[in-house]
């Protein structure tokens, strides 16, 4: 409607007048082709529909919230704070046609996002999940990619040179390199230089951090872990990062992670429900 009032308040173009028997060779007399209008208008129609979508998934998320016991039952399970009976009830409520993940800011109540949609780019599937309140993480093979809405956003996180296969550091240390801008502080192109390594299960217990307790059942089993030290080219360090990876919904994926985006913002991450397959 918008475009509508705009086109109408718009005048067009006068255009010269030709003498007669001359050819107007600044002004054919051809239209424009549909084809133009069909490029400057399917990317707007699919952003158009990538935002309906995401407006039913909060809208979905609303409704939940006046539920009453639904939704209690939610936020229990998001907690951890329900016995194994109670678990499995609140586990029902959870529409499986969604993929969840829960996420723990450090001092903060967890939330649960849902997978709005998976992005491409050179590198690989990138994910990006939705809260109900609107915060968006960006992550690929389990790292984040970008974020919006948290106290610390990251934006255009770009690779260098791109990490290896989580299998590959088993066998032995790698490095990678990225850039990145940072808000609100306002930091752009920031380079960071990353070493990925694994790591051994009797090393958990000096983390500084609490590992979920689905996992700290299997320390020595189906679950492989890996550090990331972070050295940015400023001098400046971020706390390192951790990751689990393990088999999920079929598929090698990273189940958990503590990934910061300051010093004082890190987030903790699990793919939810948990599952009991191991690699």
């Given at each position: 409607m918008l475009l509508l009032q705009l086109r109408a308040k718009t005048k067009?173009?006068?255009?010269?007048?030709v003498p007669q028997g001359q050819t107007n060779q600044v002004y054919p007399a051809k239209a424009p082709s549909g084809a133009f209008f069909l490029l400057f208008l399917f990317p707007l129609m699919q952003l158009l529909f990538r935002c309906l979508g995401m407006c039913a998934i909060l809208l979905v998320a609303g409704?939940?919230?006046?539920?009453?016991?639904?939704?209690q039952s939610l936020v229990s399970l998001v907690r951890g704070d329900l016995n194994t009976q109670q678990l499995g009830e609140a586990l029902k409520n959870l529409n499986p046609a969604f993929r969840y993940?829960?996420?723990?800011?450090?001092g903060a109540a967890p939330a649960l996002m849902v997978l709005g949609y998976i992005d491409q780019d050179r590198h690989g599937a990138v994910e990006v999940w939705y809260s109900a309140l609107g915060e968006?993480?960006?992550?690929?093979?389990?790292?984040?990619?970008?974020?919006?809405?948290?106290?610390?956003?990251?934006?255009?996180?770009?690779?260098?040179?791109?990490?290896?296969?989580?299998t590959d550091a088993m066998a032995a240390p790698a490095t990678y390199q990225r850039a990145r801008d940072e808000l609100p502080s306002y930091r752009f192109g920031v380079q960071e230089r990353v070493t990925l390594s694994a790591m051994s299960p009797s090393s958990l217990s000096s983390l500084s951090f609490e590992i979920p307790v689905t996992l700290r059942r299997e320390w020595s089993t189906g679950v492989r872990w890996f550090r990331e030290q972070v050295d940015a080219a400023d001098g400046s360090h971020l706390p390192d990062a951790v990751f689990a990876v393990a088999r999920y919904r079929g598929q090698a994926a990273v189940v958990f992670s503590r990934q910061c985006l300051s010093h004082k913002v890190c987030l903790?991450?699990?793919?939810?429900?948990?599952?009991?397959?191991?690699l």
């Open positions: 067009p173009p006068q255009v010269p007048q409704c939940a919230s006046r539920q009453g016991p639904e939704m993940m829960r996420v723990e800011l450090d968006i993480i960006r992550t690929q093979n389990g790292r984040i990619m970008g974020t919006v809405g948290l106290p610390v956003d990251w934006r255009a996180l770009t690779y260098l040179n791109p990490p290896i296969a989580w903790r991450m699990q793919l939810w429900p948990p599952q009991e397959e191991s």
